[in-house]
C-alpha cells in the first residue's frame, strides 16, 4: 500500500509511538542486530574499486514508508524512484555491525559519539526518507546516509581509510585523530605507514 508524505507527516506521532514500544517489547532482534545499529557489508570491488555497503538496522520497527519484512534502512545507487528504501536484509552478504562513532571523541570540539535516541533516528529516517537527495560518491552515498541516521553527522570514511587527506562529507572532524581512533579499534592490522 502505498503512503502519501502527507499521510507520514499526519501519522508520525503515531508511527513513533509505536516504533518506541515495539522497540521496548523487542531490543535485540533474532539477528543480533539492534535498532539503530550501522549494517556494513562484506567488502565489494567494482571496476577496480574496492568499497563496502552501509545500511541502518531497523527491524520490525513501523515506520512510514517501510513494508512488512523489510528490516534496514539505506541509500542504493542504482534504484527507480527514491534512492533512500528500505529493503531485507540479506545473510548471504556477510553483514556486520560497524558503529565506528561509538564513544569517540573528536579533539577539535570535545564532542563524543554516540547512538542518537531511538526517536531522533526515526526522525532522521523519516526525514531523509521523505526528502532523499541524488546519490554523490563524495558528498552523499550510503555511509553518509547510515552515519547520518544513526549520529545526527554525515561522514564517509571507506573512500581514504589509508590517509589523512579527505573525510568525505563533514569538515568539522580532525581528520589524523579519526582514523587513528578507527585503526586502533580494527580487527585487520594497518599497513598505514607514518
Known sequence: MFISDL????????????GIL????????????QFGDIISYKTRCKVGVRYKHFA???GDVNICG???????YEQAKKYHG????????????EPEVNNYLDDY???LTGETYSKGDDKDIIKRIIETYQNCRIYGILHNNCEHIATYVRYGVRVA???????????????????????EYLRSKS???SHHKN
Open 56 to 58: 541502518v538496522y531497523v
Open 157 to 179: 570514511l571507506q573512500l581514504n581509510m589509508t590517509g589523512e587527506g579527505l573525510i568525505f562529507g563533514n569538515d568539522k572532524f580532525d581528520k589524523k585523530h579519526l582514523l
Open 22 to 33: 515495539l522497540l521496548m517489547i523487542t531490543t535485540l532482534e533474532m539477528s543480533g542486530f
Open 105 to 107: 571523541t573528536d579533539p
Open 7 to 18: 499521510d507520514c507527516l499526519e501519522n508520525e506521532e503515531a508511527t513513533l509511538v509505536d
Open 66 to 72: 517501510k513494508k512488512a519484512g523489510q528490516d534496514i
Open 82 to 93: 527514491k534512492s533512500c528504501k528500505f529493503a531485507k536484509l540479506t545473510m548471504n552478504e
Open 187 to 189: 580487527k585487520c592490522p
